[in-house]
């Protein structure tokens, strides 16, 4: 059962004016818990996926691999390629392998609420996936690119989905300092 009477006004005892302040909605503890587990399954998933993708060996792409340190210079590769599918396929594929750190984090970690939050924590993850790619995996090098494309994607996410989710499984709370913002009071 969804609860609204997050945002009661305590100088009248009793809900807010729907006027005044927004109705917000929460997930029942046994919904919010059952959301979590979908989404550390959906993160669990996730991570195998990224391994699968980055961390597997391409011997066959050894000879034609090298690191890239500057930021849009592979992309500036990919959108010169003739088969618009490639691009395509290497734009758009680092930036999907990015969203589901904007749909998840927000629920799995309320402190990752919040672009710049998620930004960094993606930022950070995907740096330490392209080094592990570059240092241990044959035929896979360090490409900031991916990151930024990964963290694009991310972002994307975020915004059109992850911050609703990470606000409907761990709302705002309600603070010391927000009784004396008088916020839903009428005739203010």
């Keep these: 059962m969804a609860r609204t009477d997050r945002y009661a006004n305590p100088s009248e005892g009793g809900p ?29 998933a996730f991570g195998v996926v990224l391994a699968r993708l980055t961390l597997e ?31 395509v396929k290497q734009i758009g594929g680092n930036i999907l392998l990015g969203v589901p ?9 309320p402190r990752t609420r919040g672009l710049v939050r998620v930004a960094v924590a993606t930022a950070v993850t ?12 044959t035929g896979r090098t ?13 972002l994307l996410g975020y915004l059109v989905l992850g911050r609703r989710l990470g606000r409907a499984v761990h709302p705002r709370r309600r603070h010391w300092w927000h009784r004396f913002t008088r916020r839903g009071t009428a005739g203010a």
């Design 16 to 44: 807010a004016d729907d006027t005044t302040s927004p109705r917000r909605t929460t997930l029942s503890p046994l919904a919010r818990a059952a959301t979590m587990l979908v989404a550390f399954a959906g993160m669990v």
């Design 142 to 154: 360090f490409d900031i690119d991916d990151v930024i494309l990964n963290t694009t994607g991310a």
């Design 126 to 137: 995907m740096v330490l996936v392209e080094l592990a790619q570059g240092a241990f995996v």
């Design 101 to 109: 750190f904007g749909l998840l984090l927000p629920v799995l970690l």
């Design 57 to 87: 060996p391409s011997a066959a792409s050894e000879a034609l691999t090298h690191s890239n340190f500057k930021p849009g210079d592979s992309i500036r590769d990919y959108l010169g390629q003739p088969a618009f599918r490639d691009t």
